[in-house]
């Protein structure tokens, strides 16, 4: 079984000042872990995505990400919010079966930037 | 954009009807993937497609099926609407039938969702 536990389900911080968003996954085996963003009446964009490669995993808007196994944890950060970074984040795991795949979400956690 | 695309934008419906959502994947994709988002359980996945066949389900109720056509467009239908069924649903995309996992990395394109209001 995988699970994927947000542990903001709210975030707020200044412009210009780092955002930290914190992700733990369960997993059976070496999981693949995503973050997806999703601004106001919009789809999901894909952010970063972990594969069993780097462990530190650079993602789009300079976002980054960092796998790290002994603690079962996937934060995502940036090092200096911008307005534009206010939205809903998904800490996502994923499923993988030889046949068919599937996406397990956390419950999200959403991000204000304030000026 | 993604490249994925879901008809209609906006659906306003009455308990007990029967609605279907439309989504076509993004050229070349061959994986459809169909999701709930709602404010109490979150973001759901109901159920896939690969060229044509199912090949996962996830919390998907008896009330609703879907299917993927010949071009690969696939179409959810939800029947004897309930209330509790108003949420955003999305469909997503992939090339292949796995997405993430070392035996491959697709990423999961998502379309930009069709919000369902049951009245």
């Known amino acids: 079984a995988q699970s994927v536990t947000q542990l903001d389900s709210h975030v707020s911080v200044s412009e210009g000042t780092p955002v930290l968003l914190r992700c733990n996954y369960s997993?059976?085996?070496?999981?693949?872990l995503f973050w997806y963003v999703q601004h106001p009446n919009k789809g999901l964009q894909l952010l970063l995505k972990y594969t069993s490669a780097a462990t530190l995993v650079k993602g789009i808007n300079g976002f980054e990400a960092e796998f790290k196994k002994s603690e079962t944890s996937f934060h995502l950060t940036k090092p200096s919010a911008h307005m534009s970074d206010a939205a809903e984040y998904f800490c996502?795991?994923?499923?993988?079966?030889?046949?068919?795949?599937?996406?397990?979400f956390g419950q999200g956690t959403i991000l204000t930037v304030h000026p | 954009d993604s490249g994925v695309t879901q008809t209609p934008k906006h659906l306003i419906t009455a308990t007990g009807q029967r609605v279907t959502l439309r989504c076509s994947p993004r050229s070349g994709d061959l994986s459809v993937y169909w999701y709930q988002q709602s404010l109490d359980q979150g973001l759901q996945f109901l159920i896939q497609y690969y060229n044509g066949e199912e090949r996962a389900k996830g919390n998907i109720l008896e009330r609703f099926s879907a299917q993927q056509f010949p071009d690969l467009h696939s179409e959810l239908n939800l029947s004897s609407l309930e209330l509790g069924d108003s949420a955003l649903y999305f469909c997503a995309s992939t090339m292949g039938a796995t997405s993430g996992g070392k035996g491959g990395t697709d990423t999961q394109y998502f379309g930009p969702g069709t919000r369902l209001t049951v009245l």
């Open positions: 996502v795991v994923a499923y993988m079966s030889p046949s068919y795949g599937k996406l397990t």
């Open positions: 997993s059976s085996y070496s999981p693949s």
